[in-house]
């Protein structure tokens, strides 16, 4: 596939919903997360970052290059053997909603339902490791479910703060300082009649 040939982007935007169904499955949204936050990166720093065999990643992989949503980057030396190494394409991917195509809806229900599964695992092992703070300032481990009554004003500063935490995602780098923390948001309004 492409090699990089320019620095990563913050955010890729897909329009493609061919390219979106890509996105719906637990363990790809998973391997563009990993791969999001390493960075260049082979099969086995994938595997070791999610826990997965190499075996089974690369399908995957191959839906997410084949997407181009991941890049083939450089070939590297590991041990007496050569590693491919791939790149994201962004540090985040994001998609554009229709409401009115209904192919559109169904992919990002299909999306929210692979993100929602998708912590609900990392879940379960966050809160067996521990390591894991779930009270205080430091606190590194939380599952929670709200309901809110919002006017415009209160939904604003949600999403003020929805913004911040992708920001501070967007702009975090791995360091021998920092730990990895995973954050899935998922927001619906509620139009049922109260």
Known sequence: MSKRSKPVKNMHVVYDPQVMWVLSSPIRVEVL??????????????ADHTGRTRTSLYP????LLEAGLVLEGEVRLSGKRYEQLYEPIARAVGTKHQWDDPENVAYHQAYGNAVGRLMSRMHER???DPKAVIRGDARD?????YNAWVDDKALKEINKHVDAIRKIALESRPDDDH????????MSNDRRKS
Do not use: F, M, P
Request: negative net charge.
């Open 33 to 46: 997360g990993a791969i999001c936050a390493i960075g260049s990166c082979s099969v086995a720093d994938i």
């Open 60 to 63: 995957h992989i191959e839906q």
């Open 126 to 128: 966050a809160t067996a």
């Open 141 to 145: 481990t939380h599952a929670g479910y």
């Open 179 to 186: 730990r990895l923390v995973n954050i899935g948001i998922l």
